[in-house]
């Protein structure tokens, strides 16, 4: 695993000890910030699931000012500190040890917002949309958003819901991302006719 492209291109990162974590591959992080970049101008990324921190590492090195890390396991949180000492971006992140609802909840009291979310749960748990619909409520996504969801490709996730768009989804063996949009002003709500 490694840096693809922007300011920390090629630095190799650490992946989390034991068999715990599954880190998105380089093919599937190159694909995710072709759809989704590729780079930056600014913003705040939020790696929800950081295992690695391989996505949001990869996000600041395209150009996303700050990020904020959350996993639950301290190995991964260990591994995202190491990755961010090799990449140089430390001092623009910050990472944190909790589970998602709770950390989404601490992130609101801050009144933090987010440009750009990875949502990379583990494949057992469905709960994305969830997760999404709770970052809409808690205030924590800056208009036209986008959110990356990363999930096994045998389940399916709606194409809209809530304030949230697909834009584009792709499948990679076992892997599928849908990338959506938030929209602070539509809702797919059906109007009362």
């Not at 990324?45 to 921190?53: P, R, S």
């Not at 819901?161 to 002003?185: N, W």
Request: glycine share 8%; no cysteine; proline share 4%.
């Amino acid at each position: 695993m490694r840096v693809i492209s922007g300011s920390a291109r090629g630095r190799a990162l650490q992946a989390v000890p034991g068999m715990g974590t599954r880190p998105t591959t380089d093919k599937v992080k190159e694909a995710i910030f072709s759809m989704i970049g590729p780079y930056f101008e600014g913003g705040a990324v939020l790696d929800l699931f950081a295992g690695t921190g391989g996505l949001g590492i990869e996000a600041l090195s395209r150009g996303m000012d700050k990020a904020v890390f959350i996993d639950k396991e301290f190995k991964s949180l260990e591994t995202v500190r190491a990755n961010l000492k090799t990449t140089g971006f430390e001092e623009r992140a910050e990472v944190y040890k909790n589970d998602a609802e709770r950390a989404l909840k601490a992130l609101s009291k801050r009144e933090a917002a987010f440009e750009l979310v990875f949502l990379d749960p583990p494949y057992r748990m469905k709960h994305g949309d969830a997760l999404m619909m709770q970052m809409d409520e808690l205030k924590l996504l800056a208009p036209q958003a986008t959110v990356v969801l990363e999930y096994e490709s045998s389940y399916a996730y709606p194409d809209r819901f809530g304030k949230f768009t697909q834009l584009r989804k792709a499948e990679y063996g076992e892997t599928a991302v849908s990338i959506y949009t938030y929209d602070e002003e539509t809702s797919s709500v059906p109007a009362e006719e």
